[in-house]
């Protein structure tokens, strides 16, 4: 699905902007959410739209048989382009916004407290109406660690060209590389400190712990820093940044954050990746609960003012590269179109379209590869798990934060 021609993506009046809770949701949320909720009423009009999804209702129903939407054009008088998930996964599921991002645009926000959700609304209604003091400043980065392949692939193949690309397309944006040595203490420079620009793209490893480790929910998905020398060497409290290291001083209020690595948005309830196993198949389970990553939730519900909106990854990054043929980076051909949507003034759930399109090519590649091995033809195993990856990443890779959120970078868009 997509938005007609005529219908301008930056105008809520003729995108329509929904709220979707979950079935028997507590009712003090919404309440906590009255500011945003009354902003993009406003904006919206008649196509602003509140909705509940039922207990295990698929996207397809949601779509198709409660809404009156089909496939092809995206008609806000029925569905809304951008769609506000409130719920944690456990209530919505990973599958449902994996679903729906594929049609429209989506972002979701779950937090662990009443109040987080309140910090959120009333936050972004302030950046949204008084502007923000971030400067218009793009900053990316890339932990490496000496000897590995992951993230030296990262540095070199995504941050480095993605900085030299985005520097010639930035009118009125200042476009800035970071050091590789990233410490802790250097990151927190940037999320939440002197430093802090207003869009941030960090490429890491993300922490991970076991099913059941009482450590799981609070530290999963926490941003690996340069202060652990690499693999072999246990990853102690030190060589991490944690919600534990946004201070009661962070200053996050209008930032949007890209956190590429694992974990950075979530932790599914099973493993998305039972292909790359050594030993079985079989999905194993990697949480008790599926959840968001706490980081995450801090950032955005952060005392002082939260971040804008974070875009991260539910389960595992992998190192990817394409076997045989031409190499081509299709991750930075998406990053640099998501990017340069964002500096010119699009809204991030229409900015992230790119991402949907590279999951449904790479679902078609994955489907046709399929029906030739089914007609006899010879094709690698390096294939099949390079498509079946490169789709699951992308679909995976979600919005935390209202998916009508744009950069303000020192100024309001009210």
């Given amino acids: 699905m997509r938005l007609p021609v005529a219908v301008d993506p930056a105008d809520l009046e003729q995108t329509g902007w929904g709220v979707v809770f979950s079935e028997g949701a507590d009712p003090r949320i919404e309440v906590a959410l009255q500011p945003l909720l009354e902003l993009r009423r406003r904006q919206a009009g008649v196509l602003y739209k509140k909705m509940v999804v039922g207990q295990g209702e698929s996207a397809r129903d949601f779509l198709w048989n409660r809404q009156g939407a089909g496939a092809g054009l995206v008609d806000p008088d029925r569905m809304p382009y951008y769609l506000l998930l409130v719920g944690d996964p456990a209530t919505i599921p990973f599958e449902f916004q994996y679903q729906l991002n594929i049609s429209v645009a989506t972002g979701r926000i779950s937090f662990d407290r009443i109040d987080e959700y309140s910090v959120y609304a009333k936050s972004l209604v302030e950046a949204e109406t008084n502007g923000v003091t971030l ?134 309830l099973l493993d998305d990746f039972p292909h790359r196993a050594a030993v079985s198949t079989e999905r194993r389970t990697s949480a008790l609960n599926p959840f968001i990553n706490r980081l995450v939730q801090r950032m955005l519900s952060h005392p002082n003012g939260g971040a804008l909106a974070v875009v991260g990854r539910v389960e595992r990054t992998w190192l990817l590269e394409q076997p045989g043929g031409e190499r081509t980076d299709h991750n930075l051909e998406t990053f640099e179109d998501i990017f340069r949507y964002l500096l010119t003034g699009a809204r991030i759930g229409h ?60 100024r309001s868009v009210s």
């Avoid at 209008?254 to 979530?266: C, D, I, N, P, R």
């Avoid at 590649?365 to 010879?378: A, K, P």
């Fill in 135 to 268: 400067p218009q400043r793009v900053v990316l980065a890339a932990v490496r660690h000496p000897g590995d392949r992951a993230t030296e692939h990262l540095s070199e193949r995504l941050v480095d060209p993605l900085t030299k690309r985005l520097a010639l397309h930035s009118s009125g944006w200042t476009v800035e590389r970071a050091s590789g040595e990233l410490s802790r203490e250097q990151l927190s420079r940037f999320l939440g400190g002197e430093e802090t620009p207003s869009l941030f793209f960090l490429g890491a490893h993300g922490l991970r712990f076991r099913a059941g480790d009482e450590d799981q929910r609070r530290r999963q998905g926490a941003l690996v820093c340069s202060d652990w020398p690499g693999r072999g060497v246990r990853i102690e409290r030190g060589s991490y940044f944690s919600e534990e290291d946004l201070g009661q001083d962070a200053q996050l209020h209008g930032l949007v954050a890209f956190l590429h690595s694992s974990y950075s948005a979530g932790t599914p």
């Fill in 351 to 410: 900015a992230l379209r790119p991402l949907a399109e590279r999951y449904v090519e790479l679902t078609v590649h994955l489907s046709d590869t399929l029906e030739q091995m089914q007609s006899g033809e010879e094709t690698p195993e390096e294939l099949l798990a390079f498509l079946w990856t490169a789709k699951t990443e992308a679909r995976n890779t979600i919005l935390l934060g209202d998916p009508a959120v744009r950069l303000l970078g020192g």
